[in-house]
């Protein structure tokens, strides 16, 4: 098969870009070595967060208004091409300060808020047991100091999007490779990706590796580096959905599946490539869902086990910038990767970003903070 568009990585950045370009008219290569249970993507929560106003100015605040425009179409595309439900609903955020730093955190947002248009409401405690009486009989309610709602907040079930997306892609004559990259490089004005067991060439390659981009392009004078950040994640089951939207109580929250599933996330570790759980971490996420979830779960105090728990490298960019677009010097290699916590809520914007510059079209976001080449050359310990 004539192959257009090499992607090495198959998590929701790669395969959302491969989608777009598969729908462009693109017959796409993926490869993966399918090791989804380490893979970020797979491991997520699924949380969409509301989008940044209209007046917000950064290139990454315009990203995630472009992606949150997007995601319900994508939905309903995918729907449609696969017949497969992706679980997307913007069921709205409600943000809890229980701690001093976290409320005055919360009050001094208010004004960029309001400056940028972002759209959020203060509640009162009354204003929200009136929606979800439930959180009176929760341990952390009584130490509640500051409530806002965002109702652009939304959800899907990342495995079943990651899902969908590999079915459209077939579906449009694109393929999903199961091997490991092994090598990258230019010959004869073509890209040849070589991998554990074949060689596959294209007019372009575009690295969507996650945590273990910096690995495979190293050598292309990428200066930006990004690195694994480990998140754990605690499942529950419960008969019923517990509450009707994302509760966030600073990095942690609680995601509510329609079907009775409670997600419980996340911690934020450096541990290197080290993709399993421990006990502090899971430890910190029961004491979190014990003190959110309302007392008639509990018995003595305490929750029952969940059904299951994991964890996921996400990848961060040494700079907080994702790293994306053509790679100088190496027409036709392009890098998508380093989106740390939102790659899921970005990735239709980058797909859309990526796939422009690969037809080298002037992208509708301006991504120039985020080409790869910015940032220190060589490692991150400073010169002596
Ligand atoms: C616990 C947790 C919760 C999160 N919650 C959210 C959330 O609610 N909302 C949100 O927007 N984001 C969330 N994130 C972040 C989000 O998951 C990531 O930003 C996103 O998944 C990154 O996608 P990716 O495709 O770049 O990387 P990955 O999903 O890691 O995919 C990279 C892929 O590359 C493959 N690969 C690597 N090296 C090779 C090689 N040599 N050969 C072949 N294949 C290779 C891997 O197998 C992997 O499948 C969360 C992350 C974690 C860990």
Not at 308 to 322: C, Q, V
Not at 333 to 341: D, I, K, M, P
Request: glycine share 10%; hydrophobic share 40%.
């Amino acid at each position: 098969m004539r192959v257009d568009l090499i992607v090495i990585g198959g998590g929701v950045v790669g395969l959302s870009i491969a989608w777009e370009a598969a729908r462009r008219g693109a017959r796409v290569r993926i490869i993966d070595h399918a090791n989804v249970d380490k893979q970020a993507s797979w491991a997520g929560a699924g949380i969409i967060p509301a989008p940044p106003g209209p007046r917000a100015s950064q290139p990454l605040e315009h990203l995630a208004r472009r992606a949150a425009q997007a995601h319900q179409s994508w939905a309903d595309m995918l729907r449609d091409h696969t017949g497969l439900d992706t679980g997307y609903q913007r069921c709205g955020g409600l943000f809890i300060a229980d701690q001093p730093g976290e409320a005055a955190s919360l009050a001094a947002s208010r004004w960029v808020w309001e400056e940028e248009g972002f759209e959020f409401q203060r509640w009162d405690n009354a204003k929200a047991l009136g929606q979800a009486p439930q959180l009176g009989t929760c341990p952390g309610w009584s130490d509640v100091r500051t409530l806002i709602w965002t109702p652009g907040e939304a959800q899907l079930r990342n495995p079943r999007h990651l899902q969908a997306l590999r079915l459209a892609i077939t579906r449009l004559g694109s393929e999903v490779l199961e091997e490991a990259v092994r090598d990258i490089a230019q010959v004869d004005g073509q890209w040849q990706v070589r991998t554990s067991r074949s060689a596959h060439t294209a007019a372009s390659v575009c690295v969507a590796a996650g945590a273990w981009t910096g690995a495979l392009i190293g050598r292309f004078g990428i200066a930006t580096e990004v690195v694994p950040v480990r998140g754990q994640m605690l499942l529950h089951r419960f008969d019923r959905p517990i509450y009707p939207f994302v509760l966030n109580v600073g990095s942690r929250y609680l995601v509510s599946r329609a079907d009775g599933h409670l997600l419980v996330g996340s911690t934020e570790e450096e541990a290197g490539f080290d993709a399993r759980t421990t006990e502090e971490g899971l430890r910190g996420l029961e004491e979190f869902a014990t003190r959110w979830l309302p007392q008639e779960l509990q018995q003595g105090g305490r929750l029952p086990p969940p059904i299951a728990s994991w964890a996921g490298l996400r990848p961060a960019s040494i700079d907080g910038f994702p790293v994306m677009g053509p790679v100088a010097e190496h027409e036709g290699l392009f890098v998508a990767a380093g989106h740390f916590r939102a790659g899921l809520t970005l990735s239709p914007a980058i797909a859309e970003v990526i796939v422009d510059m690969l037809e080298q079209k002037q992208p509708a976001v301006d991504v120039r903070a985020f080409r790869p080449e910015r940032g220190w050359k060589g490692s991150l310990t400073p010169p002596n």
